[in-house]
């Protein structure tokens, strides 16, 4: 079972800037959609940000557009989410999902296969 890792989450005060990798040791992406997830307390997981297997295509979520970036480096096999302008709002436990059977850009939680654990994003003064 494929199970993909997240890094780079923390506290951080309102406005500050972070930035999530998510990557699998050992194993090429490179041919996989993948989607950055999360998920606040009380609440229902939702799609932040995706990417095509290229990097070419790219979609957000409302909330975090003009402010986050995706992006993804095949050679190391790895996509970062870049955060900037970080608000309260955006705690949340951050995951990355890989769909191993398509390479277009989407955030359709139900089709992909692969996840990671989950990093910790907190905004707070």
């Known amino acids: 079972q494929l199970q993909l890792v997240e890094s780079g989450g923390g506290l951080v005060p309102p406005g500050e800037s972070l930035r999530l990798s998510c990557t699998y040791p050992?194993?090429?992406?490179?041919?996989?959609?993948i989607a950055w997830f999360r998920q606040a307390p009380g609440r229902e997981r939702e799609g932040v940000s995706c990417i095509s297997s290229s990097g070419i295509h790219t979609n957000y979520a409302d909330s975090v557009k003009g402010r986050f970036s995706i992006s993804r480096d095949n050679a190391k096999s790895t996509v970062y989410l870049q955060m900037n302008s970080l608000k309260p709002e955006d705690t949340a436990v951050y995951y990355c999902?890989?769909?191993?059977?398509?390479?277009?850009?989407?955030?359709?939680?139900?089709?992909?296969?692969?996840w990671g654990q989950g990093t910790q994003v907190t905004v707070s003064s």
């Open positions: 050992g194993f090429s992406l490179q041919y996989y959609a």
């Open positions: 999902a890989a769909d191993s059977k398509v390479d277009w850009a989407h955030m359709s939680q139900s089709d992909y296969d692969y």
